[in-house]
């Protein structure tokens, strides 16, 4: 079955950055992208950007010029990046697949990352 | 960017009774390629969001039939046709028809 496995907590303090990893499993990795999603606490869900299942990337304007996304297909694994955090970054990353009908059909469990000083 | 208002922001349910959730966006998501990437996702508390319906009215596999979508161009509604104790969270609408991709802002299904 099709499963989406990321990483642990993370505390960051303001100014750092923060990979999280999504490793992706019971499907062809590279005939799918991958999307990530953020929620700040007690907010709605927030798209951050995604790599298509051909690499390209497209990321929304908020986070251009500070977030990276990348994939290793050797490991079926995806990566956020997200630079120069603030408090304001504290926040639940998921990841997700993107289907080719552009939906979000299988999620990971969920990222809790908090920036603190 | 695409803006996504959902109402009601929230409905208190009597079991087994059907509720409406409205999708409204502020242009037409009627793609280029003649599809409409309108989703419609389910969040319980604690848990990832779950992908209910894409392309407006095509449920993911393992879906109820008691959850309907339906609309066009700018105007879309989930109903759910008898609310289950486990329908109860936040639902969201969502549009990938153009980048940025958005969501509405969440209604909340509860039970009376």
């Known amino acids: 079955q099709v499963q989406l496995v990321q990483s642990g907590a993370e505390v960051q303090t303001p100014g750092a950055s923060v990979k999280v990893s999504c490793k992706t499993s019971?499907?062809?990795?590279?005939?799918?992208?991958l999307t990530w999603v953020r929620q700040v606490p007690g907010q709605g869900l927030e798209w951050m950007g995604w790599?298509?299942?051909?690499?390209?990337?497209n990321y929304a304007h908020k986070f251009q010029g500070r977030v990276t996304m990348t994939t290793d297909r050797s490991t079926s694994t995806g990566y956020l990046q997200l630079r120069s955090l603030t408090s304001d970054d504290t926040a639940v990353y998921y990841c997700?697949?993107?289907?080719?009908?552009?939906?979000?059909?299988?999620w990971g469990q969920g990222t809790a990352v908090t920036v603190s000083s | 960017d695409i803006v996504m208002t959902q109402t009601p922001l929230a409905s208190a349910v009597t079991l087994g009774q059907p509720v409406a959730i409205s999708c409204r966006s502020s242009?037409?998501?009627?793609?280029?390629?003649?599809?409409?990437?309108l989703s419609w996702l389910h969040q319980r508390p604690g848990q990832p969001p779950r992908l209910l319906l894409l392309e407006i009215s095509k449920r993911l596999k393992g879906v109820p039939d008691r959850f309907t979508g339906s609309g066009a161009g700018t105007d879309f509604t989930l109903e759910i046709s008898r609310v289950e104790a486990e329908d109860v969270g936040l639902y969201y609408c969502?549009?990938?028809?153009?980048?940025?991709?958005?969501f509405g802002g969440g209604t909340m299904v509860e039970i009376k």
């Open positions: 019971g499907y062809t990795f590279n005939t799918y992208g």
């Open positions: 790599v298509a299942y051909n690499g390209i990337t």
């Open positions: 242009q037409s998501l009627v793609h280029d390629d003649g599809n409409t990437y």
């Open positions: 997700a697949r993107v289907s080719r009908s552009k939906c979000f059909d299988h």
């Open positions: 969502m549009q990938a028809t153009e980048f940025p991709l958005t």
